[in-house]
Structures are given as C-alpha cells and as structure tokens.
C-alpha cells in the first residue's frame, strides 16, 4: 500500500496495481507518471475535464487503461472534481479485495494510488484515500 511520493513519477517498487486521478490542471504530472511506470503496470487513470471530446491520448503501459471524463456530459451541473470522485469510488469498490470501497484495506494488495487536482473535491477524496492507506500528508502528492 502506498501514495505517491512525489509529483516527479517516480513509481514504489512491487506495486502491482496503480491508481491514478486528477484534472487536467495535473495532466503533466500524470504523464511524467505515466512514463515511469514499469511496462507490465496495471492500473487505471481517471482525469477529470470541462470536455473529454478530441483530446490527445496520454502514453500508459499497455495494462494501464486512462479514462478522461468529461464534466459536459453531466450538463455542467456537477461541480469541478464531482465526476472524477464518483469514477474513483465506483472503480475502488469494484476492484476491492476485501472491503466494498477501498482495495487498499487488504495489505496483501500491492496497491498504489496519486490523486491530485484542484478544488474541495478533490481534496476531500485525496484525504480520504490519505487517510485509508494511513500515510502522512508528506508523503502524499496532490
């Protein structure tokens, strides 16, 4: 279990599953991850933007599916960060080992998660996650 160190990409050892969310205010970050991460990676990318229509895909791992989620799809109505919480939740409720909402809670999951972004969402769900992996916020990269 663990976050991110920091925003550099560099990616933990024995991590065989990744978590990475964010706004496009974070897109380089997310990139520069991207392009650390080992080729067998697995894992899910979730960025949030105003419209997810004509943008230039992002290079991942083969194993690493990014999802850009668009906040025109919900008619402008969800506030910035809104639709990026509900695919992280929904995604970490899937994918659990042992607990409907967090994968995490089995620490025999060799998980790793980065959230990052902009607004009171998207903090609220990185501290979250922060507080779940029970890492301190120096060790945490939003």
């Known amino acids: 279990m663990c976050m991110f160190e920091d925003r550099d990409g560099s990616a933990p050892v024995d991590v065989k599953q990744y978590l990475i969310a964010g706004d496009e205010t974070v897109v380089p970050w ?21 419209d997810a229509r004509g943008l230039p895909p992002l290079l991942a791992p ?46 025999r999951h060799d998980f790793c998660a980065w959230i990052g972004g902009a607004g009171p ?7 979250d996650i922060e507080a779940r992996l029970r890492v ?3 060790h945490a990269a939003r």
Do not use: H
């Not at 997310?30 to 105003?50: C, H, K, N, T």
């Open 136 to 138: 301190s916020t120096e």
């Open 62 to 107: 083969g194993r690493v599916c990014v999802t850009w989620l668009g906040r025109a799809r919900t008619g402008g109505a969800s506030c910035r960060g809104a639709v990026l919480d509900r695919a992280v939740r929904a995604w970490t409720g899937e994918m659990s080992v042992v607990d409907r909402d967090y994968p995490w809670a089995d620490p």
């Open 30 to 50: 997310i990139q520069s991850i991207l392009d650390a991460l080992p080729e067998g990676a697995r894992g899910q990318v979730f960025i949030e933007v105003d």
């Open 121 to 127: 969402v998207i903090d609220e769900l990185a501290t």
